[in-house]
């Protein structure tokens, strides 16, 4: 009974893992991100988490834009941050900067059969680079992250739950006033996290809402700990796996799929189509 406690806890570290690194490659690239994919970590992490988890990590779709959002609104755009990187705010828990790694992925049972488990399709180390130094790269990437994720004047990838949403429900979204984003901070708070201060990032970012996952996923594993006060029986569902995977169904499932459609037919960048290879296959 032990080992299947100790197994499921190391399922639940490599998703933890798996959102970890999801995340870091939705925020606005920084100097680690970029040193990791020309150095062929990212490639290989990538591998790893989606070898473990047995995911089918197939190309997603690039003929053609995935249907959604035709253009990024918001009340303010000149005072919108670049997407996952608002200003560092404080001390109490929030989802923008988790204080806490999943840190490796350790060998688990696959959620998954064998059958397409191996990750044959993620591009191999060094493939998504070429022949860039990180500097190079880490401009490359800013500039391509300004174009899909915020845009001049619109997004040609809204990162947005909110915006996705509201096309669906045949209306225009402004970001930080829209139903789905407040039920995305409602639900936050309920996890006992919040916006850092300083920030006006909408918590419905694609990057953020895998922050909640990766926190979520390290609550079930039983590395980290909840925010001080908080019972874990107080989360939606009554346990850190009810929340997750409430999360996952009642937000990243509708419409991140379709974001990861839509990001790799867009991006120019090899990087970010193979980000939207490991989304793709994390959420379906």
């Not at 970029?34 to 779709?61: Q, S, Y």
């Not at 947005?160 to 402004?174: I, N, P, S, T």
Request: charged share 25%; net charge negative; glycine share 8%.
């Amino acid at each position: 009974m032990q080992t299947n406690s100790n197994d499921e806890r190391g399922v639940w570290r490599v998703r933890a893992t798996m959102w970890e690194l999801l995340a870091f490659s939705l925020r606005y690239p920084d100097a680690e991100l970029a040193e990791a994919v020309a150095g062929g970590e990212w490639a290989d992490a990538a591998h790893e988490v989606a070898d473990a988890l047995g995911l089918d990590a197939v190309p997603c779709r690039s003929e053609g834009a995935a249907e959604g959002p035709a253009r990024l609104r918001s009340e303010s755009d000149a005072e919108a941050p670049a997407p996952g990187h608002p200003e560092r705010g404080a001390e109490t828990p929030s989802l923008c900067h988790p204080e806490q790694s999943a840190a490796t992925p350790v060998p688990c049972r696959p959620e998954r059969s064998a059958a397409g488990a191996e990750s044959k399709d993620l591009p191999q180390p060094g493939a998504l680079a070429g022949d860039r130094v990180p500097d190079a790269l880490l401009r490359s990437l800013r500039a391509e992250a300004t174009r899909l994720f915020v845009g001049a004047p619109d997004a040609a990838c809204s990162p947005y739950e909110g915006v996705w949403r509201a096309a669906d429900d045949g209306v225009q979204a402004l970001l930080f006033v829209n139903p789905h984003s407040m039920e995305v901070e409602r639900f936050a708070r309920a996890c006992g996290l919040g916006r850092p201060e300083g920030t006006s990032e909408p918590l419905d970012h694609a990057a953020t809402e895998c922050e909640l996952l990766q926190h979520l996923a390290m609550l079930e594993a039983g590395i980290a700990a909840p925010p001080e006060g908080m019972d874990p029986a107080d989360l939606p569902g009554g346990s850190p796996a009810a929340a997750y995977a409430s999360f996952l169904e009642e937000h990243a499932r509708v419409w991140m799929p379709r974001f990861a459609d839509r990001l790799a037919a867009e991006s120019r960048e090899p990087f970010y189509r193979a980000a939207a290879q490991l989304l793709s296959a994390a959420v379906r």
